[in-house]
């Protein structure tokens, strides 16, 4: 099947540094990626949607310049947390369509990130 | 605003079983309606879609019902077991998805 890796797993940082996480597709082609947040007890929220090859389209409330997104290649899509701050420490996942339609997303296992 | 239930309190039910977890939502006509497993620390993992033109889907002990009139899927284990304590997430739409918080289950043996 459809396997989507990320890394690092989990990452701690101290406030005020960059964070790069990094999501896979390691089968097949993702033209379409996306980053959604997740804190404790809450659901996922989507963040922005990645498209190889062109600007990222971000969630209302997502700041684009705080959260860079790049999708270089059809397998790779990077989230960058600049300038990072306690209250960006979350669970951050990726997911990735599947290359035979729209109807399946594939979950990479998910990064932690805890900001000190 | 579009707005996604589901039941915060675990559900816990003894192995054999059949779990019954409820999904409701409101101000939203979703075409697709989806149904994740979520284990802790870990990312979502798909399970089943269903369709707006589409009462119920099954896949070997899952079952998923579909009633947009009363805006309300249920999603049905049957002959549960340990192994299926998880937190199951449901989400509406197509490509970029809506999620509920999830309901956890815990089945005991």
């Known amino acids: 099947g459809a396997v989507v890796s990320q890394h690092p797993s989990w990452v701690i940082c101290k406030s005020g540094t960059s964070v790069k996480i990094e999501c896979r597709s390691l089968?097949?082609?993702?033209?379409?990626m996306f980053w959604y947040r997740q804190f404790p007890k809450q659901s996922l929220m989507l963040m922005a949607t990645?498209?190889?090859?062109?600007?990222?389209?971000?969630e209302q409330g997502v700041e684009k310049d705080k959260f860079l997104i790049n999708h270089a290649s059809l397998t790779l899509s990077t989230l960058t947390v600049t300038s990072a701050h306690p209250e960006d420490s979350s669970f951050y996942i990726c997911?990735?369509?599947?290359?035979?339609?729209?109807?399946?997303?594939?979950f990479g296992p998910g990064t932690r990130l805890l900001v000190l | 605003s579009q707005k996604i239930e589901q039941n915060s309190e675990a559900l816990n039910i003894q192995e054999g079983k059949t779990a019954t977890l409820t999904c409701n939502y409101t101000?939203?006509?979703?075409?697709?309606l989806q149904w994740y497993r979520q284990d802790p620390g870990r990312g979502p993992v798909f399970l089943l879609l269903?369709?707006?033109?589409?009462k119920e889907k099954r896949k070997e002990r899952l079952k998923v019902t579909f009633d947009t009139t009363l805006k309300q899927s249920l999603f049905h284990i049957t002959a549960s077991q340990p192994a299926d304590s998880a937190t199951y997430l449901c989400?509406?739409?197509?490509?970029?998805?809506?999620f509920g918080k999830g309901t956890m289950l815990l089945v005991s043996p």
């Open positions: 997911s990735a369509e599947g290359s035979g339609g729209k109807e399946t997303q594939y």
């Open positions: 989400a509406l739409g197509y490509s970029t998805l809506t």
């Open positions: 101000n939203y006509s979703p075409a697709y």
């Open positions: 089968d097949f082609q993702a033209t379409t």
């Open positions: 990645s498209n190889e090859g062109s600007k990222a389209t971000y």
């Open positions: 269903i369709r707006e033109n589409e």
